[in-house]
């Protein structure tokens, strides 16, 4: 026997956010990556005051490219702006889920020292969903960055063996990125996540090319799940 799935719309709900609780409830029999793109984006069709933002989350972890000697970190604060409660009614129980839509200004800086270093200012817009009264949470998003990468390119060598970079070269580049995020509350608002990210640098004088990102950190939930 087939589940029924239900979407509980918000009293206060405008036109267009039915017109896209609708489009979801379609999208329910495909799979959650081609469900999430079109609200995605319909997102700029949305005016601000309908939008309803609220700071949610506050995040801070360790990045890194994939790469053995690259360090990073980055920040970000988290801003819902659309979230509705999924509920499915099975043959033997119903689950309710909760799926938020936000956008997290983020900033980053990795590097390699006397090789190059990078800093990174992204703004993630993305999907989470989470069963109601779990600790666990899934995301999915895309990112829109502007990178700044400096690279060495002359180094002095010292007499002691040591060397350091003598002159150093600008690479600005465009950054759009595709992550998923896994996350677990561990303590009151208190949690711990992990983002794999794939993102691509559009250099506008440079070669293109892909980068893959590890990211683990802590989070502070502001808003209850």
């Not at 329910?28 to 601000?48: A, D, G, R, T, V």
């Not at 180094?155 to 990125?177: Q, Y």
């Not at 992990?194 to 502070?220: C, D, I, K, P, W």
Request: overall charge positive.
């Amino acid at each position: 026997m087939r589940a029924d799935t239900a979407v509980v719309f918000p009293k206060t709900a405008q036109p267009n956010q039915v017109l896209y609780l609708a489009l979801f409830t379609y999208g329910n029999q495909m799979s959650k990556l081609q469900s999430f793109l079109p609200l995605l984006f319909l997102l700029p069709f949305i005016s601000p005051a309908q939008l309803n933002l609220q700071a949610s989350h506050i995040s801070l972890g360790y990045l890194a490219p994939f790469a053995v000697y690259d360090i990073g970190a980055k920040a970000g604060v988290g801003f819902s702006c659309w979230q509705w409660e999924q509920v499915s009614t099975g043959k033997e129980k119903t689950k309710a889920r909760i799926h938020q839509i936000y956008f997290e200004p983020q900033l980053a800086y990795f590097g390699q020292r006397n090789y190059y270093h990078a800093l990174w200012a992204n703004l993630e817009t993305g999907w989470k969903w989470q069963g109601k009264g779990k600790k666990r949470y899934s995301s999915l998003s895309l990112g829109l960055g502007y990178l700044n990468r400096s690279e060495a390119l002359t180094l002095t060598t010292h007499l002691d063996g040591s060397f350091s970079v003598s002159e150093w070269e600008n690479r600005p580049a465009f950054l759009p990125s595709l992550n998923y995020s896994w996350g677990i509350r561990v303590y009151r608002s208190f949690g711990l996540y992990t983002r794999f990210s794939y993102a691509y640098q559009v250099y506008f004088q440079h070669t293109n090319a892909g980068l893959l990102f590890f990211e683990l950190g802590v989070r502070y939930t502001l808003l209850p799940s």
